[in-house]
């Protein structure tokens, strides 16, 4: 049983930045591609960026592309998603899952959740 636990959200003015962080349990954590997704208030979750276990293969949304890098440290069990140039529709809680195997999109692939934070940007 993977647990995951996210950090870092707040609120933040439009055009600011923030780092999330994923804290995970598992020691194996590194042989575990790990996503990052969002759900604005009054819409499904939605897949924001995904990291393989190794740090290598990466994938974003087309939303975030340019804006949102994610990044792991196997070291410490982490993944991050560093987010830039934050918008009002950037407002979401952010979620972080985790999968044993390779990257993907798909929510459904994903067996591990975190609880999610907050993120909230002011215009």
């Known amino acids: 049983q993977v647990q995951l636990v996210e950090s870092g959200g707040g609120l933040v003015q439009a055009g600011g930045s923030l780092r999330l962080s994923c804290a995970a349990s598992?020691?194996?954590?590194?042989?575990?591609?790990t996503g990052w997704f969002r759900q604005a208030p009054g819409k499904e979750r939605e897949f924001v960026a995904t990291v393989s276990g190794s740090g290598g293969p990466t994938y974003y949304a087309d939303s975030v592309k340019g804006r949102f890098t994610i990044s792991r440290d196997n070291a410490k069990n982490t993944v991050y998603l560093q987010m830039n140039s934050l918008q009002p529709q950037d407002t979401a809680v952010y979620y972080c899952?985790?999968?044993?195997?390779?990257?993907?999109?798909?929510?459904?692939?994903?067996?591990?959740w975190g609880q999610g934070t907050h993120v909230t940007v002011s215009s």
């Open positions: 598992e020691r194996t954590f590194s042989r575990y591609a």
């Open positions: 899952a985790a999968r044993w195997g390779s990257i993907t999109r798909r929510e459904s692939e994903y067996r591990y």
